[in-house]
């Protein structure tokens, strides 16, 4: 380890504390980045998580019949791969025997007359956007991901303001010097 990283935490007479400062500064913004931004990121990835394993209970599925076609999509990718999904109007027999139509999301490559199937409460509504374990899993991921590199971009933005504010304070210490030095360099020699 080369002797110029050691430099704030050893006693000298060019030690300021405006450097020791600055090294516990950059110090605990290292280990709170390694540490509290993935633990901000896992706590967020949690919170979706029990979000969405707090479906409503009773959530059933009931075959459905697309009354119209899906609104075109331009650039759909219709492999079946994230965001391939979009709203029409459906038709499903209740168990009471009668016939309700609501939206709902849907394959955007089916047809009016093709079946899908539908999601209902306990109560028999219509889901529109039911979230399935692969979406919930998709987006706990990209909850967890965000918060996290977010996180970590505070913590860095923190720790070069307060950088800022010490070489402000610095170059205030330093002109403060010179100011009373000044006048000591100027004189004639005796």
């Given at each position: 380890?080369?002797?110029?990283?050691?430099?704030p935490?050893?006693?000298?007479?060019?030690?300021?504390?405006?450097?020791?400062?600055?090294?516990?500064?950059?110090?605990?913004?290292?280990?709170?980045?390694?540490?509290?931004?993935?633990?901000?990121?896992?706590?967020?990835?949690?919170?979706?998580?029990?979000?969405?394993?707090?479906?409503?209970?009773?959530?059933h599925?009931?075959?459905?019949?697309?009354?119209?076609?899906?609104?075109?999509?331009?650039?759909?990718?219709r492999?079946?791969?994230?965001?391939?999904?979009?709203?029409?109007?459906?038709?499903?027999?209740?168990?009471?025997?009668?016939?309700?139509?609501g939206?709902?999301?849907?394959?955007?490559?089916?047809?009016?007359?093709?079946?899908?199937?539908?999601?209902?409460?306990?109560?028999?509504?219509?889901?529109?956007?039911?979230?399935?374990?692969?979406?919930?899993?998709?987006?706990?991921?990209?909850?967890?991901?965000?918060?996290?590199?977010?996180?970590?971009?505070?913590?860095?933005?923190?720790?070069?303001?307060?950088?800022?504010?010490?070489?402000?304070r610095?170059?205030?210490q330093?002109?403060?010097?010179?100011?009373?030095?000044?006048?000591?360099?100027?004189?004639?020699?005796?």
């Amino acid at each position: 380890m080369a002797s110029g990283t050691l430099r704030p935490w050893r006693r000298g007479p060019l030690r300021r504390r405006s450097d020791v400062a600055e090294a516990w500064l950059a110090l605990v913004t290292g280990v709170l980045i390694v540490v509290g931004a993935p633990a901000a990121g896992l706590a967020a990835a949690h919170a979706v998580d029990d979000g969405a394993a707090r479906q409503p209970p009773g959530r059933h599925t009931v075959s459905a019949v697309l009354t119209e076609d899906p609104p075109a999509r331009i650039g759909v990718d219709r492999s079946g791969g994230l965001g391939t999904r979009t709203h029409a109007t459906v038709r499903w027999t209740a168990a009471d025997g009668r016939t309700r139509t609501g939206t709902t999301t849907v394959a955007p490559d089916l047809r009016a007359g093709d079946r899908t199937s539908a999601w209902l409460d306990r109560h028999g509504s219509l889901l529109r956007d039911p979230v399935t374990p692969g979406g919930a899993r998709s987006e706990s991921i990209a909850v967890g991901t965000v918060t996290a590199t977010s996180a970590g971009l505070l913590l860095l933005g923190t720790e070069r303001a307060g950088r800022a504010l010490l070489n402000r304070r610095r170059y205030a210490q330093w002109e403060r010097e010179w100011a009373a030095e000044d006048p000591r360099w100027g004189r004639p020699a005796a």
